[in-house]
């Protein structure tokens, strides 16, 4: 059964930097992408950013561009959120996502919830002015 364990999460001021961590355990044949999503209270689950495993290509939401970088280490299985320039409207859960099946890789789909099978419980971020 494959985990994921989110970390760094933690309260900061407008201006400040993060870096989330994802560890993924347990047996995983073949990843063929890992994301971020994030989710305040009210609504709804929001792309973050994803990364092909294999080639390293990214992908991110309008929002988060030049601010947020997402990378992984395959050899310690971990995906991570750089964040720098955190705003208010980043306040949010911050999860991560494995996709085993290669539903993320068509099209535009490394977008949508459905395409990922395991999450991890997520991490709090929050930022204050």
């Known amino acids: 059964q494959v985990q994921l364990v989110e970390s760094g999460g933690g309260l900061v001021q407008a201006g400040a930097s993060l870096t989330l961590s994802c560890v993924i355990s347990?047996?995983?044949?073949?990843?063929?992408?890992m994301a971020w999503f994030r989710q305040s209270p009210g609504k709804e689950r929001e792309f973050v950013s994803a990364?092909?495993?294999?080639?390293?290509?990214?992908y991110y939401e309008d929002s988060v561009k030049g601010r947020f970088t997402i990378s992984r280490d395959p050899d310690k299985n971990t995906v991570y959120l750089q964040m720098v320039s955190l705003k208010l409207n980043d306040t949010a859960l911050y999860y991560c996502?494995?996709?085993?099946?290669?539903?993320?890789?068509?099209?535009?789909?490394?977008?949508?919830?459905?395409?990922?099978?395991?999450w991890g419980r997520g991490t709090q971020v929050s930022v204050s002015s």
């Open positions: 990364i092909r495993w294999t080639t390293g290509v990214r």
């Open positions: 996502a494995l996709d085993l099946k290669g539903l993320s890789i068509m099209s535009e789909h490394y977008r949508s919830p459905l395409s990922y099978d395991s």
């Open positions: 347990g047996r995983t044949f073949y990843i063929y992408s």
